[in-house]
């Protein structure tokens, strides 16, 4: 079952009940996480056998079913939690600072027709939340073919889970083989005997991150004296930086697979896993490789939700072996490769070529095959534009998630 989180903007400011509803699942929160550390249990039940009657009698009119979310969110929290401290990372104790709430789908409903939420608040008292309904959020309520999963409230937007099976990949009539680099993806796109290479460049991401590696530096050295609020104000460049990137990214994504989607295509990606990040010369520090599975993230589910297959090769050799012969070059190389045999490419599409390679040896890439000789050097395909990709869309930040 496939997860998709869709945001919605509320039409009026929300009703002074649901606010004080927000306060007492943030307090419910974290209270149960409190109790739980205490007691050292982690689950929802245990949280609830533990902490559910204190709670009703704190707050004897709240929603029942609220109060058994707010413990699974209170789980979850904990496991987390849990996790950090295993792995030796330093941890504090979880906090919602944040006002929200989660509700699973029995405990609302949801008017797809009107776009209103109804949210019972405690006994004999709901709200009627109004949504802001744009195009793509009509999309979502329209179709039926998608369930409704859980609600997250917080004091300015809904986040409304919608759900579906998962699209079987369609047979692909073509291939996208996409390397993955720092700034830009670079690969080749085949179609019966043409081939022609592609790119998706995406420059602001090196920089964003270059800014905000500079300014985390700089806040460093003048909030030496404050550990506290230095680490405090680091964080938040860092969750600034991501929302960022993030945003960038999804737009390469959307763009790259929209292609795909077009041309019937498979995608074709190396397998990032085990892949160390390399150091760079000229910023003098390693290259962070986030940005780059990130990418690969969120070009994955995006493509099982949309029913693109996608294949994941390893990498081993592809910038330094020559498709044509199969020499594989020394490391030492400019922007070209070239090789004795007398082929030579731009390195990041050459990549791209020995990862097709792969694939289709490895008979992943549907049947279809791929003859290097075909290649016309002259082509080169814009899959995104970062001028045209600055363009905001309502849809680039809503988050999808696989669940099981
Ligand atoms: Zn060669």
């Known amino acids: 079952m496939l997860v998709k989180g869709v945001v919605f903007r509320f039409e009026d400011m929300l ?12 307090l419910a929160v974290n209270s149960s996480v409190r109790a739980g550390l ?16 204190d709670f009703r009698q704190e707050h004897p009119k709240m929603y029942a079913q609220h109060l058994v979310s707010a413990f699974e969110v209170a789980a979850a929290l904990l496991k987390s939690h849990r ?26 409903k949801l008017d797809r027709e009107n776009g209103v939420i109804d949210l019972p608040i405690m006994a004999g008292c709901h709200v009627r939340l109004k949504l802001v309904l744009s195009d793509y959020n009509r999309g979502f309520l329209d179709n039926h073919s998608y369930s409704l999963g859980s609600l997250t409230l917080t004091s300015d937007r809904a986040v409304i889970a919608f759900r579906k099976e998962a699209p079987k990949p369609y047979v692909p009539d073509s291939v996208l083989s996409l ?38 530096k700089r806040l ?25 990137i993030e945003y960038r990214l999804h737009q390469v994504a959307n763009a790259v ?22 150091w760079s010369k000229e910023l003098n520090r390693r290259l962070s490789l986030w940005p780059r599975r990130k990418l690969h993230q969120i070009i994955e589910y995006k493509a099982q939700w949309r029913g693109i297959p996608v294949v994941k090769v390893d990498p081993r050799y592809s910038s330094r072996t020559c498709p044509i012969c199969g020499r594989i070059q020394d490391s030492r190389m400019g922007t070209e490769f070239e090789c004795e045999c007398g082929w030579h490419l731009d390195k990041h599409v050459n990549a791209s070529l020995n990862l097709l390679q792969t694939a289709i040896s490895k008979g992943m890439a549907g049947g279809l095959r791929f003859n290097p000789g075909a290649f016309q050097h002259d082509v080169m395909m814009i899959l995104y534009d970062p001028e045209r990709g600055a363009r905001s869309e309502p849809n680039g930040t809503s988050g999808m998630t696989v669940a099981s």
């Open 15 to 26: 009703p002074p009940e649901t606010k004080l509803l927000l306060e007492d699942f943030r």
């Open 38 to 53: 205490q007691a050292r249990v982690t689950s929802r039940n245990a949280l609830t056998r533990l902490a559910y009657k």
């Open 83 to 108: 996790k950090r401290v295993r792995r030796g990372n330093p941890a504090s104790i979880p906090f919602v600072r944040r006002l929200f709430m989660k509700a699973e789908n029995q405990a609302y």
């Open 179 to 216: 390397d993955t680099n720092e700034r830009s993806l670079d690969g080749v796109f085949v179609r019966g005997d043409d081939a022609s290479a592609v790119k998706a460049d995406f420059p602001d991401v090196a920089t964003i991150q270059q800014r905000h590696h500079d300014r985390r």
């Open 220 to 244: 460093q050295k003048k909030k030496a004296h404050d550990r506290r609020t230095s680490r405090r104000l680091c964080r938040r460049e860092g969750a600034r930086e991501r929302h960022r």
């Open 257 to 278: 697979l929209s292609f795909a989607e077009d041309q019937k295509s498979a995608v074709v990606l190396e397998d990032l896993k085990g892949i160390r990040p390399k």
